[in-house]
Structure formats: structure tokens, C-alpha cells
């Protein structure tokens, strides 16, 4: 496609249950990030992947999220036990090459109650 | 982690030049300067980007000073749509070339 498209929209979990992200990026772009937005500004880069290749795991939670990109399916950002701080709403980006510009989608609200 | 300082806010009235300022006095020579804005709670948008030169595109004009310490995003025709959060963002590494660093950006108000 021609946008960066992520599901759900939104996704509601109680404490400790697993959410779990998805999206696909455009068309012909090989790098894929995530980013998780707190509040309104504060913004974290957590993960990028070249193609299904970890590319840069410097900013992910390291107990409880996970990440993959396989080939011919979207790529998944996983939270596994779920707690309050990890409410955010989470971007998903791609970019077609190392150094081109890259796009965002729309996010996906994630509320833990 | 930031490399990037914005002012907080502007207003702007509409039909005027917004210019958002950002200080990147650390850039090195060979990041570019972006920036982005978000409207409401949306996905980032991309503007414009630069490394040296002055550039333009349909939607706004970037100023990178010869030092590079510093730019401006000028948005020619400021409408009531433009009210955003604008990101001015320096692309950071050489390996890392894809991690953007977000700084808070500047709200801007585009007023009647």
C-alpha cells in the first residue's frame, strides 16, 4: 500500500494481559520502526528492522516486549504482562532505504486499565 | 537524548509566515536537519528535510544557517489546518541513521 497501515486503532487491556500490535509498512519499504509516544510529545524510538533482520533493538523493554517482521506478513510489536505505564499510543514507520525519509502511520492507542 | 531545542509555543495569525526556529548546535557534518509535525494525535507527517542547502517544497521552505547550528521551517501561508505540533528532528549516526531523535517540538496556533 501507499501508507503505513497499523491495527487496531485502539486496544484496551487489563494488567498483565498480552497486547499485541500490527503493521505493514509501505510497499517496497524495506526498514520498519517503532516508536511509543507517552502524554502528547515525549516520543521513544524502540525498535527498527531491515526487512525481517533486528536492525536496532537499543530502545525496546528487554523483559517484556518483543518485535518481529517475517516475510509476507505484517510486522507485530508484542506486550507481553501489560502494566499501567505502557499506555501509549504506538507508531509504526517505514522507509524505503537507509537515509530516504521515513513515514509514519497513524498509531495504534494502547490503554491499560 | 534530544539534539534538538524548539520553543514550547507560537501563534500565528492566519495567512501570515509561520517561521518555527530549532537549535541543533551539536549537529555533526554529516546529519540532516527534519522535521515533522503531528496533528492532534495523528501519525508524524514529513515536512522537509535538509542538510546545507536552503530547500523548498509545496508545503514549507527550510533555512539551515551556514553553521548548520541552527534552522527555520517557514510555513509561507499559515492556514487554521497548520495548528500542529512541528518536530524539528537531526538524523543521528552514522549507524543509527534511521533513529530519529524527538525532541518536544513547538505547538503552533494558527489563529484567525
Known amino acids: 500500500g501507499e501508507e503505513v497501515a497499523q491495527t487496531p486503532k485502539h486496544l484496551v487491556r487489563g494488567e498483565g494481559q498480552k497486547a499485541k500490535l500490527y503493521c505493514a509498512p509501505i510497499k517496497g519499504h524495506s526498514y520498519v520502526f517503532w516508536y511509543q509516544q507517552v502524554l502528547k510529545n515525549e516520543f521513544k524510538f524502540l525498535i527498527s528492522f531491515q526487512n525481517e533482520n533486528v536492525f536496532d533493538e537499543t530502545g525496546m523493554p528487554k523483559e517484556r516486549f518483543s518485535a518481529k517482521c517475517l516475510p509476507n506478513s505484517p510486522c507485530s510489536l508484542e506486550i507481553q504482562a501489560t502494566k499501567l505505564e505502557d499506555s501509549a499510543v504506538y507508531f509504526c514507520?517505514?522507509?524505503?532505504?537507509?537515509?530516504?525519509?521515513?513515514?509514519f502511520g497513524e498509531g495504534s492507542w494502547l490503554t491499560v486499565v | 537524548d534530544a539534539k534538538t531545542t524548539q520553543p514550547t509555543s507560537m501563534d500565528c495569525a492566519e495567512g501570515r509566515a509561520a517561521n518555527l526556529p530549532c537549535n541543533h548546535s551539536?549537529?555533526?557534518?554529516?546529519?540532516?536537519v527534519y522535521w515533522y509535525r503531528q496533528i492532534h494525535s495523528q501519525g508524524p507527517q514529513y515536512i522537509i528535510h535538509?542538510?546545507?542547502n536552503n530547500e523548498t517544497n509545496e508545503m514549507a521552505s527550510l533555512i539551515i544557517t551556514e553553521d548548520r547550528k541552527s534552522s527555520t521551517l517557514i510555513l509561507p501561508h499559515a492556514t487554521l489546518r497548520d495548528t500542529a505540533v512541528y518536530y524539528c528532528?537531526?538524523?543521528?549516526?552514522?549507524?543509527?541513521?534511521?533513529?530519529?531523535?524527538f525532541g518536544s517540538g513547538t505547538k503552533l496556533n494558527v489563529k484567525p
Open positions: 535538509g542538510l546545507k
Open positions: 514507520a517505514s522507509s524505503q532505504s537507509p537515509g530516504n525519509t521515513i513515514y
Open positions: 528532528i537531526v538524523r543521528v549516526g552514522f549507524y543509527n541513521f534511521n533513529k530519529f531523535y
Open positions: 551539536t549537529i555533526s557534518g554529516n546529519e540532516y
